[in-house]
Structure formats: C-alpha cells, structure tokens
C-alpha cells in the first residue's frame, strides 16, 4: 500500500497548500506570525498530550501563511518596493549580479546587449544613497570592448528603474536599463569562485571541438545548464519534443558523478559508510558551479540526503527524501513554489516514484523463458535479458513522467508532446552517455586537455545521431500540439486522481475518485464546447501584431 507512512510528506504538502493559500489571500502579516507563535508554543507545553501534535501543526501552517505574506510584501523598510517610487525613475544602482550574464548581439556591431540578475545594494535617489534590497533583473546596452560582467562582481549602473509588471506575485523583479555600467569590485566568495569555475569548465568542453560550435554548445548545455549556447531552432525543436528536460541540471547528471565518484572510492577501498564525506563537497560545488537551478538543487539535496542515510546506518527513503528537499527548498525560498521549474522538477520525481512500479509491474518482466532449454542460460542471453529489462524499466519511467508532467506543460507552455513518450526511449540513453563523457572531459581537462579533447570528438558523434533523432521526430505528423491552458480545476483534479489511484482504500474513496476525474475532464470539456478563439490582426506600423484572446 502506497504512501506508508512518511511525516515529511504531509510536512510537505501541508507547506505548500499553505504557502499557495498565503500568496493569494492577504492576511495580516504580524497576526498569522503571532498566531503561529502561539500554537507553536501550545504544543511544546502540552508535549505528549493528545492535542500537542494538532496545535504544531496548525503553528507550522501559521508560519508559512507568514512566509508568503512576507514574500509578497517584505514589510522591511530596505525594501526596493519602499524606497523606490512606483513609477519608471532614472536612478544610479549598486548591485551584486547573482548568475553569469548573457550577451546579445545589437543591431550595431560595436555593441552588446547584457542580460543579468542582480541584487539591490544600495539607491541613489533624488542625490541620496540609501541601502536597499531586492531582484533586479538588469538590461545594459554596452560596447563591445567594454568589461564584462561576470557572476558575484559588485557594479555601479546609471538608467531608467522600472518597477515590476505584477507587485503583488511572489518574487516580482524589478527591472534597470542601464545606461552605464562600471565595475565596483570583484566577486568574492564560493559561490563567485564556482561560477569561474564554470567559465573554466566551459572552455573545456569546447576542446577539439572548435569546428563543431553547435556540439559544443550542446554539451555545455547539457553538462552546466548555459541553455544560451543553444540556438533558437534546436530549442524549440527539443521543446516541442518533449525531450527539452534532458538540459535541465538533474537527477541524470547528479547520478553519474555520483556513480564516478562512487567507482573511484571503490578501487581504494573506501566504505559506503564514508560515501557521504567525499561526495557532499563535490556535489555542493557542481550544483554552486551550474547556478543553483531547482532541479539540480532538488537533486542534490536528495543524493545528499541517501547517503546520509547510508552513513547513518538508515534505510532511504525516496519520497522522504523528496518532500525535505521540498521543505527545505520551500523554506529558504517561497517564492519558489510560482517557479516553473520547482514544479516540474518535484511533479515528475513524485510521479516517478508513485507510479514507476505499478506501471513496470504491468509489462513484461525481460526475460525471455523457452520451456525446452536444459541448462544455465548463457552470457550473451543473459545480456539480452538485461537489455530488455532495461527497455521495459525507460518505458515505464517514460510513461509515469508523461503522467504526471503533460498537465502542467500545457498549462505553462500550451504544449502537449506525445512523441515524448518515444523520444525520451532513446534521448535518455544517448543523454546519459553524452553527461558521462562530458564529465570524464571535465575531470580529466585538467591535467591532460588532449584526452578532453578526445572525450569531446567522441562525444560529438553521440551528439549527431542526438540531434539527428530530433529533427527525426519534429517531422512525425501529431508529434506535438498547440492547446489552450488548462484550468487551475483541470490541475487538480488530475493530481488528486493520480494520488487518490495510488493511495490506501477507503470507504469514500469511489466518490472521491469521481469527483476527481469530473475536475479532471472539466478543462478538456470546455476547451471542446468553447469552438472558436478570437484573433485579432492590428497594423503597428512596422509590421503586424496578432492578439489571441481566450474563450
């Protein structure tokens, strides 16, 4: 029977429909904080009393209704929304970029257009410097011999500060065009030291490949999340397969260099005990160095928290492991859980891990029997055997991470990939040999380059017959579709029947099924009974602008 039972899942699900429920009703920030103080407090003093558990609980919901109220609106007087005024205003800005920028060509060739996110330090307003915090999100139009900017480096902006589109949603960005640009001081810290360490990776993975950009961009998109070294059509051709997940930083590639690691304290006799001593650090850098993204973060929070597990002498537990990833992702960061790729990257893990084994316990088992065979099977049979278990195990995975993801990618991205389902048959395989020859370049570029560059001209055949496989399965007539976004209702009521199928039996359980597949199908219905979407053409004076308004 399936949840057994697992605290910090309810921890977890109790967080985030608290958190949801914080980010769209306004209550008073200072009651819900006081309240859940209290509870919390309640259930301290009346430890191992009946009532004891309900009031920690009820404080833990308290307490991240706060969170999101604070996120939402940050009461601190720092605050950038209190010390900047509401309207676009030409400021001069202290800030500290917190990932590697992205430069663009402009329409003149001695300029660059940079892209980064920043910190707020400190506002100059009206002739008065004052500190100041938030994200901005910074658009400087440079030229191109000027410094470049660089992750962790502290910077002085002149330009225009326009406030965020939506004030009230969780984590609004505020966004400088910036005029000027000077470089204050140099990035310091881990974080900044990783990110050169990422800029050093980069490089080598381009060995031998200095002919095959468009391989090299790949691979450093696949190996360190620069998802801007691809090209436009090799996005979109990746996203409308529904293979785009394979350059999300992940379990993938937190599993190979764990298993590389793992080889390497093998061959010196190093206990699975100790396991967690050596990889920890490793692992912390390698997700510090692929800029903290969620589904890197939320995967090596669990490697970490497996072996932790095994250091400890304790059984692991996946799904516990994925909801204190999940708390503690939550709790350091809130704004988070409007992150499109926290959701993608826990719904699929959840699904996997509820819906992998009864859909692999459903075909066939691999082995091929023939009742007339006298003796032990041989080498190359057995081999055929793990092939084809092997096959049978990527389509289940595939088709329980379908399930549990198409909800969502049509709701974000108006997309549905069927050709996924068999896409991800082949790109996952070729995938994880293209992350495991790619780190082998990586830890071997630094003391032999030439054997990195041998690792990348072997990688870059793989790479062919990858991309290849691709433009294969964008031909295929119905191999993705434009839909309209689903309801919220629609959301939900898949969840709760995906939940409520996997879940223990119950009296009321038929009825809540049934409840759950009408919210289910209640999206699908409408979008059938709606017909026709409005789509209006306007003439804007350099071209044309087409509106598509929803039923």
């Not at 060739?109 to 506002?123: S, V």
């Not at 002919?211 to 691979?219: E, F, I, K, R």
């Not at 049978?392 to 974000?412: D, I, T």
């Amino acid at each position: 029977m399936w949840p057994p039972r697992r605290p910090l899942l309810g921890l977890a699900l109790v967080q985030i429909a608290a958190l949801a429920a914080g980010f769209h009703f306004p209550l008073p920030l200072a009651l819900t904080f006081g309240l859940g103080a209290g509870l919390a407090l309640a259930g301290l003093l009346l430890y191992r009393r009946t009532s004891s558990l309900p009031c920690l609980y009820l404080g833990w919901i308290c307490w991240c209704l706060a969170a999101a109220r604070w996120t939402v609106a940050d009461p601190s007087p720092a605050a950038l929304a209190r010390q900047a005024p509401p309207v676009p205003v030409t400021v001069e800005l202290r800030a500290v970029l917190t990932d590697d920028p992205v430069a663009y060509a402009g329409a003149r060739t001695d300029r660059l257009q940079w892209i980064f996110p920043a910190a707020a330090r400190e506002l100059k307003l009206a002739g008065t410097w004052r500190g100041v915090r938030g994200p901005v999100r910074v658009y400087w139009r440079a030229r191109a011999g000027d410094i470049q900017p660089a992750c962790g480096d502290r910077w002085r902006f002149r330009g225009e500060l326009y406030p965020p589109r939506a004030p009230a949603a969780p984590g609004a960005t505020w966004v400088l065009r910036a005029a000027a640009g000077a470089r204050e001081a140099h990035g310091s810290g881990l974080r900044a030291w990783a990110y050169r360490g990422r800029a050093w990776c980069a490089d080598c993975l381009g060995l031998g490949l200095e002919t095959h950009p468009d391989a090299a961009g790949l691979l450093r998109a696949m190996l360190l999340g620069l998802r801007q070294e691809l090209t436009p059509d090799w996005r979109e051709a990746f996203a409308t397969t529904g293979t785009l997940h394979v350059f999300a930083i992940s379990g993938l590639h937190v599993g190979v260099l764990a298993l590389l690691v793992t080889l390497v304290l093998k061959l010196f006799g190093i206990s699975r005990m100790h396991w967690f001593w050596w990889l920890a650090p490793l692992l912390i850098l390698y997700t510090l160095g692929t800029g903290l993204k969620t589904s890197a973060l939320r995967a090596t929070l669990m490697a970490l928290i497996y072996f932790a597990g095994l250091s400890l002498g304790r059984r692991p537990d996946p799904t516990n492991s994925l909801a204190l990833a999940a708390l503690l992702i939550l709790g350091w960061a809130p704004a988070q859980l409007h992150d499109v790729g926290f959701q993608l990257s826990f719904v699929v893990v959840g699904g996997l891990s509820a819906w992998y084994g009864p859909i692999r316990r459903r075909l066939p088992s691999g082995r091929i029997r023939d009742p007339l065979k006298i003796g032990p099977e041989t080498r190359w049979e057995h081999g055929a055997h793990q092939a084809l278990r092997y096959f049978w195990g990527l389509v289940a995975a595939s088709f329980a991470a379908w399930l549990a993801s198409w909800p969502l990618v049509a709701y974000h991205f108006n997309l549905i990939s069927p050709s996924g389902l068999l896409g991800n048959l082949l790109v996952v395989p070729a995938s994880f040999v293209i992350v495991l020859t790619g780190l082998l370049a990586l830890l071997t570029g630094l003391l032999f380059p030439l054997l990195a560059a041998v690792f990348n001209t072997a990688n870059s055949v793989v790479i062919a017959g990858l991309l290849a496989l691709i433009e294969a399965l964008q031909r295929v007539p119905g191999s993705y579709l434009f839909v309209a976004a689903p309801p919220l209702a629609t959301l939900v009521g898949w969840y709760a029947l995906l939940a409520l199928a996997r879940g223990p039996r119950w009296r009321g359980r038929p009825l809540a099924l049934l409840l759950a597949a009408a919210l289910a199908a209640a999206g699908p219905l409408a979008a059938w009974r709606s017909g026709h979407v409005p789509l209006d053409i306007l003439d804007v004076g350099h071209g044309h602008c087409a509106l598509l308004t929803p039923p």
